[in-house]
């Protein structure tokens, strides 16, 4: 078995922390430091793994309000609204959910991520409104990290795009989708790419279906659902097929829309309970700057 693999599922850590570990010089094999995930271990070998503390950031528990959608001990569903950061990073230390969370949940939130990212399984990003699914525990972050990457669970969002899309044609009443991998893009890091023929760098598999709810003269008004959940994927593969992201200033074509961030919200959220295992599905109203965007194209 693969080094990555037997760690995540022999010790109280994901695949992704595995992987970090391993890379970083933490793990050995017969007291010889490994750091390759790829690593193939074998009966009777000795495995080390050192955990280090986690940094300590200077990351203070906010009086922030929560629009809470579900809690228990084991988790939390947030309806996180456009504009707010899910977690701190150069430049956003404060204002951002997990200070949010850390005034709210006390220590009651996973570590696994690391302290900046205390109790995140997955992100939305900053300019796009919706529900995210925090873990409480290690044990619901690990249950809730392999529901990700099984893809059992279900991430729906609506979105207004450019263009009108075609509600008669497509696969399924109307559905289309758009399988194209992504990955970094060379000439800009923060920025993610489809990768073409010619594309030198790393790609993984991204799948996303898209549907015509209504469609205006020069917008549509679109229900998406995820397969994978890479970075920016709906934004980039819109813009991919030609229909970006209304307000979308990164991968958009740079007509006004008077928006303050990309017309995109993630409204419906269907998982397995960590613990009970029940269907939890959850879902919210679409938010006031996306229902007055439609109201401003109804009206023309």
């Keep these: 078995m693969r080094l990555d693999k037997y760690l995540a599922e022999n010790r109280e850590v994901t695949r992704a922390l595995a992987t970090k570990l391993i890379e970083s010089g933490n793990c050995t094999v017969n007291d010889v430091i490994i750091t390759s995930k790829k690593h193939i271990v074998k009966l009777c070998d000795e495995i080390r793994l050192n955990i280090p503390e986690p ?4 990351i203070l528990p906010e009086s922030i309000p929560l629009d809470i959608r579900y809690e228990d001990k084991h988790v939390i569903v947030i309806n996180k609204p456009q ?5 701190p990073a150069p430049g956003h230390y404060s204002g951002t959910l997990v200070n949010a969370l850390m005034f709210h949940c006390g220590e009651s939130l996973s570590g696994i991520a690391g302290t900046e990212r205390v109790g995140i399984v997955h992100r939305i990003d900053k300019n796009t409104s919706g529900l995210l699914v925090v873990a409480k525990n290690n044990t619901a972050h690990i249950s809730l990290s392999e529901q990700f990457k099984e893809r059992t669970i ?15 044609l497509g696969q399924g009443r109307g559905v289309f989708t758009i399988n194209a991998p992504l990955g970094r893009s060379v000439h800009d890091r923060k920025r993610m790419c489809v990768a073409t023929a010619n ?8 799948i996303t279906h898209y549907k015509a709810l209504s469609v205006y003269d020069k917008f549509s008004h679109i229900r998406i659902k995820l397969e994978t959940g890479r970075t920016h994927q709906i934004r980039v593969h819109m813009s991919y097929v030609g229909h970006s992201l209304a307000g979308d200033s ?14 995109l919200h993630a409204k419906r959220l269907v998982f397995n309970h960590p613990n009970s295992g029940e269907l939890i599905e959850i879902e919210s109203e679409l938010p006031d700057y996306f229902k007055e965007f439609l109201r401003k194209l109804q009206k023309n």
């Excluded at 940094?55 to 200077?58: A, F, G, I, R």
């Design 55 to 58: 940094q300590k950031l200077d």
């Design 83 to 87: 504009g707010m950061v899910v977690h």
């Design 154 to 168: 279900q991430k729906e969002y609506e979105a207004v795009v450019h263009g009108r899309v075609r509600q008669s």
């Design 199 to 206: 594309f030198k760098g790393t790609a993984r598999e991204a």
């Design 250 to 263: 990164v991968y958009g074509d740079g007509k006004p829309t008077f928006l303050n961030g990309q017309c």
